[in-house]
């Protein structure tokens, strides 16, 4: 019994001993000098000291300084050249300690191991050429054994909804997402929703497609280090008798947090979408003015969803078949207001022309009508009645009240979309015009800068990156123009009143941390 209690205790404290273990890491370039007599070091160290452990981080001249810049950005450092070296504690990705370059690693290696290390110019040349032909070779067997894997990482913030088991299947099965490897889907929600997730996770493993894995990440910085595209389904519901200030300030708190991870841990590239219920184009709008390291433009508040979700009842209620039907443009600051424009949705039609024969042929006729074109047209535009759906929401809030109903396939369906036509390999990229909050351009009288719902469509700049840009031959909503000028009003006055409050909290802030120092 003694013996099996001593081996219990020892198999814990090996456990422990192995969640504590530190680990010195050194980065740099084979054609560093310094590097390798630094590699030389740590390695025979391990062979001296049986709990001294490193790794070695190779990287070429080219993709050196950008590797760099990442590392530094997500840790806060400053640090110019190789090698790059720090240490790491236990099995936490944030347990980090910066140790700096070759002086401050001598002086580390004489305070806690009381080591001095000497080489001649001439033996370091050999050294490092040791190195370098080692390096070579790694890379030419990585080449042999091991393809290129590339990963779609997407990460979802809420994943403990419901509408996540919808999203993710549609996610993994549109084919322009995905890459040699597929997609990774990280998944993230409050603490409490850890079980609940974990299973999402389990059945999402047996859907296929495109999915290489479903991981529950325990941080949200966990899932922004390589992610491609973050998914914000986070709701933060007004609550009774709450007014619209303090909601509004609960809502910039929660992308005040995300903002700050962005900056620390994700890569300049990553594509950030907005899509929940409350105050989405408000929280895209701070986004914008916190997040320091994404172009303003990788970041948007789904919209098609409002359209989506009347679409099919219209159609059905007006008797008029939904093939060749374009969603609805939506227009407004999402969460405060909006207006779905039914008038100006856009049907595909296929025309004869020349059309005299397919006027006046018999029933039946086999001859040629003649040349079929497709035609574009307002859904309304020769109706005699201007307003054919009036009622429709009337009847439609009636059967929400009475039945209940979900909204989560119109949201998936506008999600997956806007990815599709984001990452879309066609020849025709910009002709499809979609509904998204994105920063205004000044068009359709929209203020410079407001982040608002309005028709969009995607253009190609000449770095190769894709924007959403207003799509300026759309027409005005179908509604009054003061009522049109009123919805950007509010959200003028809403921003402008909460962007003032942030300026003085910001600068309360910078003179807080002054006074510190």
Known sequence: MVDEISHLYSMKYWKKMSVDKCVIVIAGIPEDVYFCHICYIVENLTIILKNFNYKKIFKNAVEWKPWLQKICDR??????????????????????????????????????????????PQDLEKLQLDYFLMYKAVLKSLS????????????????????????????????????????VINLYDEPGCFFKIKHIAKDIEAIGGGLYAARVIESISDGLCDCDILINLEVIPKEENENTDSWLRRNYDGMAKLAKQINRYAPSQMKVLICSMSASCYCVNVLHVLVTKLPFTNIVAVSAHYGLEIIYNLLTTLNVPITNFGCPAVWGFLGINHFVDVCHMIQKFEVYKPNNRALTAEEGTTLPLGFKHPELRWLFYLAHNNNPHKGYFERKAVTQYQIGRTENFQLCKAICDLLQLWYSNSEHIGDEIISLGISSDGSFGIPRGLVFSQPVHLQILKDGSRVWSPFIDFPLPCIPICIFKNLILTAMTLTKERNLKLITIFFNNITQNKNRY
């Open 75 to 120: 840790w806060g450092w400053s640090h110019k050249n190789s090698p790059l070296i720090w240490r790491k504690v236990g099995l936490s990705k944030d347990n980090v300690t910066y140790i700096g370059n070759v002086n401050q690693f001598w002086e580390f290696l004489h305070i806690c191991y009381d080591i001095n290390s000497y080489i001649t």
């Open 144 to 183: 042999i054994k091991r393809p290129s894997v590339k990963h779609r990482y997407i990460t979802i913030i809420g994943a403990g909804k419901a509408l996540c088991t919808d999203l993710v299947p549609q996610l993994v099965t549109t084919k322009e997402l995905w890459l040699t490897n597929g997609v």
